[in-house]
């Protein structure tokens, strides 16, 4: 019967780099469940990037990006022997499984998150990462518009308000009523990241009788992320 279990055999094409891509099904319902603070939740943020370090140690990404309920794996060592069907139950359902863990409450109905493959090149890597990040920001603009909007109209009112105005024009209703989206924290404006670097480590080789300087990596977890550019990519992927 093996011969039915339909598209098991789809890999990855062979020394190709991906980029696994997870997002919440139906977090906005979940966001009720929950009572999350508007226009953003500290403690549903440092859930996210506690589930993104569990995918950074298990899984071994060059890099982990996320914003809102959206998480980016860049990876070059591919798991399962590339196998599609494989990377993408087994990642969703870790990441389901994490975010239960670190929120540690009882969910009237269980999160899921879907996963999806998309095989990449160096240099679009950057351009798929950049594009994400912009949408960070155009989120960021939405998150504080509808919430300013709600804070001084009904719901529908609000979403009527907000109907049709480009990001541009939230920014500058925002700035004329006293909002500088420039103020707020980097992570709201740029996601999240989570890599690995390096720390320098000095001590004393007693072998050869002097002192000697030494760099070990870490898992970094970085709330504020500068904007990604070619040499943040090149110092990523080496």
């Known amino acids: 019967?093996?011969?039915?279990?339909?598209?098991?055999?789809?890999?990855?094409?062979?020394?190709?780099?991906?980029?696994?891509?997870?997002?919440?099904?139906?977090?906005?319902?979940?966001?009720?469940?929950?009572?999350?603070?508007?226009?953003?939740?500290?403690?549903?943020?440092?859930?996210?990037?506690n589930v993104c370090e569990d995918l950074f140690k298990e899984f071994s990404p060059s890099l982990?990006?996320?914003?809102?309920?959206?998480?980016?794996?860049?990876?070059?060592?591919?798991?399962?022997?590339?196998?599609?069907?494989?990377?993408?139950?087994?990642?969703?359902?870790?990441?389901?499984?994490?975010?239960?863990?670190?929120?540690?409450?009882?969910?009237?109905?269980?999160p899921a998150f879907d996963s999806r493959v998309i095989p990449i090149s160096d240099d679009d890597a950057l351009r798929y990462f950049r594009w994400r990040q912009e949408e960070s920001w155009k989120n960021c603009i939405a998150s504080h518009g509808i919430s300013f909007l709600k804070s001084n109209y009904s719901n529908n009112e609000a979403n009527d308000k907000i109907?049709?105005?480009?990001?541009?024009?939230?920014?500058?209703?925002?700035?004329?009523?006293?909002?500088?989206?420039?103020?707020?924290?980097?992570?709201?404006?740029?996601?999240?990241?989570?890599?690995?670097?390096?720390?320098?480590v000095e001590g004393f080789n007693k072998k050869e009788n002097k002192n000697q300087v030494s760099y070990r990596s870490y898992v970094y977890v970085d709330w504020e992320v500068p904007k990604f550019n070619k040499e943040f990519f090149e110092n990523l992927i080496g």
């Open 1 to 49: 019967m093996k011969e039915y279990e339909v598209y098991s055999t789809l890999k990855v094409p062979k020394n190709s780099k991906i980029i696994v891509r997870l997002d919440g099904r139906s977090f906005h319902n979940l966001a009720k469940d929950l009572n999350l603070v508007k226009p953003y939740d500290e403690n549903f943020y440092r859930v996210m990037a």
């Open 64 to 110: 982990v990006y996320t914003f809102s309920d959206e998480i980016s794996l860049l990876m070059d060592k591919i798991p399962f022997d590339g196998r599609i069907e494989k990377i993408d139950s087994v990642m969703a359902s870790f990441t389901a499984s994490s975010f239960v863990m670190h929120y540690g409450v009882d969910f009237k109905k269980p």
């Open 163 to 200: 109907n049709g105005l480009s990001s541009s024009e939230i920014h500058e209703l925002l700035y004329q009523n006293g909002i500088n989206l420039n103020d707020v924290e980097t992570y709201k404006k740029r996601g999240i990241a989570v890599y690995r670097r390096n720390k320098k």
